[in-house]
């Protein structure tokens, strides 16, 4: 079976620090990837992690720990245009490349 | 092109007929993917093209859904006597190929609205 939680909503201050956490059960696992989705609008990627640690890409990082089926993707000095979903999508359920989404956390972020 | 492309943007139709929705990917691109969303809810994923190897359809919902990919490129998603619950943003995404790291690069989207 398959299973990608995260949380529904999360609002944060202009100029904070947020994380939104993510946690799965995949029947295998080749990736995991956070997207940004503006409403009404695709999804555009964000960031990929294979291996454990922390991937860090200007103001945004993704953490992964495979044996605990975590993930968290950190947005520093927050912006108003971060107002969006983020979501957190795992590939390699059944051993390919199949990829499976998470519900998706909306963020906002208020002056 | 540039960027996914899907047509059309948006599409109206009674309960019952058939629609075809269609993708085409960036070129080059050998991986193609299809997903559903319906509002306010993640990506459901729907079918996945890799090249000539046969496609992973595990995600379709009923035989009332079908895709094709013709040459290696577009794609053509069809729904057979639609129903409402079929009315989402049907989302199709490539990637340069399905190895390690690979990044989808979705479409708009096509919205469509069953009545």
């Known amino acids: 079976g398959q299973n990608i939680d995260q949380p529904t909503e999360m609002t944060a201050t202009e100029g904070a620090i947020v994380q939104i956490n993510c946690t799965y059960q995949t029947s295998g696992f080749n990736g995991l990837f956070w997207y940004q989705q503006h409403a009404g609008e695709a999804p555009t990627f964000l960031s990929y992690n294979v291996l454990d640690g922390l991937e860090e890409k200007g103001r945004f990082s993704s953490f992964l720990s495979r044996s605990k089926g975590y993930s968290y993707l950190l947005l520093k000095e927050l912006q108003m245009k971060d107002s969006a979903s983020y979501l957190c999508?795992?590939?390699?359920?059944?051993?390919?490349?199949?990829?499976?989404f998470g519900a998706g956390t909306r963020l906002f972020v208020k002056a | 092109g540039a960027g996914v492309s899907q047509s059309p943007s948006n599409k109206v139709t009674e309960k019952g007929k058939d629609v075809e929705l269609r993708c085409d990917p960036i070129?080059?691109?050998?991986?193609l993917y299809w997903y559903r969303q319906s509002l306010g809810q993640g990506l459901e994923f729907l079918i996945y093209f890799q090249g000539n190897s046969a496609p992973d359809k595990s995600g379709l919902p009923s035989d009332r859904f079908s895709a094709e990919r013709t040459g290696g490129s577009v794609s053509t998603l069809t729904i057979q006597r639609t129903q409402q619950e079929d009315s989402a943003v049907y989302l199709c995404?490539?990637?340069?190929?399905?190895?390690?790291?690979?990044?989808?690069?979705f479409g708009p989207g096509t919205r469509l609205t069953v009545l």
């Open positions: 999508a795992v590939r390699g359920e059944g051993g390919g490349f199949k990829t499976i």
């Open positions: 995404a490539s990637s340069l190929s399905p190895g390690v790291g690979d990044t989808q690069y």
């Open positions: 070129s080059g691109h050998t991986a």
